[in-house]
C-alpha cells in the first residue's frame, strides 16, 4: 500500500488503485476468517451496479469489510481521528474517503456535496446511518439523514443493506477473544433499490426517507432474527 500512495499518476488513477488493493486485501480477509471457522458469511439479494448510496445497520466491526466485498469502488465517512493513523491516514485521502461530521452545519454540507461528487465519479457510497454500532443485533438506532441529502441532490439511488449476526460480535464493548471463541454468522442481505421518482412526494425529504429505509432494514432484521437457525 505504501508504494501506491508515493507513486505517481493523476489523482484518480491513484484513488482506483488503492481501491483495487483494498478490495483484494478484504477478499483475502474474509476467505480467511471463514477458512478459519470463525464466521460463517452469507450473502443473499442483488448489488446494485451503478452508482448509489448504499445504506446498512450497523452491528459489527466487520461491517463496512463485508460491504467492499460486493462494492470494491466504495467509498465512506471516516472519522476525522484517522488523519492521525500512520496506517490509514494517508490512504482515506488517496482512496476519496470523505471526512465526516464534526457536529457542524457546514461539514454536514461538505460532506453531501463530496459524496455527490463521488457518485457522479461512478462510486458507490456507503453510509452507516446510526453513526455508531447498534446495541443488539436487531435493535437499530436513529438514522441520521446527511446520507439521504447526498441521495436526493445526486438524485442517485438508495440501496438498503440488512447485517445480521448471530450471535452479535465485534459490537460495542465486545472483545476479539469473546468473537474467536463463538460460531459466528453473518447475513449480509442486499435488499430492494429505492429510487427517488418513484417515491410519492411525502416521501422525498431526506428525513421521511431515512425512516422509511430505517423500517425497511429493521423489518428485515426482525425476520431474520425469527427464522430458524439455518435458515437465517
Same mark, same amino acid.
Given at each position: 500500500?505504501?508504494?501506491?500512495?508515493?507513486?505517481?499518476?493523476?489523482?484518480?488513477?491513484?484513488?482506483?488503485?488503492?481501491?483495487?488493493?483494498? %478490495?483484494?486485501? !478484504?477478499?483475502?480477509?474474509?476467505? $480467511?476468517? &471463514?477458512?478459519?471457522?470463525?464466521?460463517?458469511?452469507? /450473502? =443473499?439479494?442483488?448489488?446494485?451496479?451503478?452508482?448509489?448510496?448504499?445504506?446498512?445497520?450497523?452491528?459489527?466491526?466487520?461491517?463496512?469489510?463485508?460491504?467492499?466485498?460486493?462494492?470494491?469502488?466504495?467509498?465512506?465517512?471516516?472519522?476525522?481521528?484517522?488523519?492521525?493513523?500512520?496506517?490509514?491516514?494517508?490512504?482515506?485521502?488517496?482512496?476519496?474517503?470523505?471526512?465526516?461530521?464534526?457536529?457542524?452545519?457546514?461539514?454536514?454540507?461538505?460532506?453531501?456535496?463530496?459524496?455527490?461528487?463521488?457518485?457522479?465519479?461512478? %462510486?458507490?457510497? !456507503?453510509?452507516?446511518?446510526?453513526? $455508531?454500532? &447498534?446495541?443488539?443485533?436487531?435493535?437499530?438506532?436513529? /438514522? =441520521?439523514?446527511?446520507?439521504?441529502?447526498?441521495?436526493?441532490?445526486?438524485?442517485?439511488?438508495?440501496?438498503?443493506?440488512?447485517?445480521?449476526?448471530?450471535?452479535?460480535?465485534?459490537?460495542?464493548?465486545?472483545?476479539?477473544?469473546?468473537?474467536?471463541?463463538?460460531?459466528?454468522?453473518?447475513?449480509?442481505?442486499?435488499?430492494?433499490?429505492?429510487?427517488?421518482?418513484?417515491?410519492?412526494?411525502?416521501?422525498?425529504?431526506?428525513?421521511?426517507?431515512?425512516?422509511?429505509?430505517?423500517?425497511?432494514?429493521?423489518?428485515?432484521?426482525?425476520?431474520?432474527?425469527?427464522?430458524?437457525?439455518?435458515?437465517?
Amino acid at each position: 500500500m505504501p508504494r501506491i500512495m508515493s507513486s505517481g499518476g493523476q489523482r484518480i488513477e491513484k484513488r482506483s488503485r488503492a481501491l483495487f488493493h483494498a %478490495h483484494q486485501h !478484504v477478499s483475502v480477509y474474509l476467505n $480467511t476468517l &471463514s477458512r478459519l471457522g470463525l464466521v460463517e458469511f452469507q /450473502f =443473499r439479494g442483488e448489488v446494485i451496479n451503478e452508482p448509489a448510496v448504499v445504506v446498512a445497520n450497523h452491528p459489527s466491526l466487520l461491517d463496512f469489510i463485508v460491504l467492499l466485498r460486493d462494492f470494491p469502488n466504495a467509498i465512506c465517512l471516516y472519522k476525522s481521528q484517522t488523519r492521525n493513523n500512520p496506517v490509514l491516514a494517508e490512504f482515506v485521502q488517496v482512496a476519496g474517503y470523505v471526512e465526516g461530521m464534526d457536529g457542524t452545519r457546514a461539514a454536514s454540507k461538505r460532506i453531501v456535496d463530496e459524496c455527490c461528487q463521488r457518485l457522479e465519479e461512478g %462510486h458507490h457510497v !456507503v453510509f452507516f446511518p446510526e453513526g $455508531t454500532r &447498534s446495541k443488539s443485533n436487531i435493535s437499530l438506532g436513529r /438514522f =441520521r439523514s446527511t446520507g439521504f441529502h447526498a441521495a436526493i441532490s445526486s438524485d442517485s439511488p438508495v440501496q438498503p443493506v440488512a447485517i445480521y449476526c448471530k450471535p452479535l460480535f465485534l459490537g460495542k464493548n465486545q472483545s476479539w477473544k469473546e468473537f474467536s471463541a463463538a460460531k459466528n454468522l453473518m447475513v449480509i442481505e442486499f435488499l430492494e433499490p429505492i429510487h427517488i421518482t418513484d417515491l410519492p412526494e411525502d416521501m422525498r425529504s431526506a428525513k421521511a426517507l431515512a425512516d422509511h429505509v430505517r423500517t425497511i432494514i429493521k423489518e428485515r432484521l426482525v425476520e431474520l432474527e425469527s427464522a430458524e437457525p439455518d435458515t437465517a
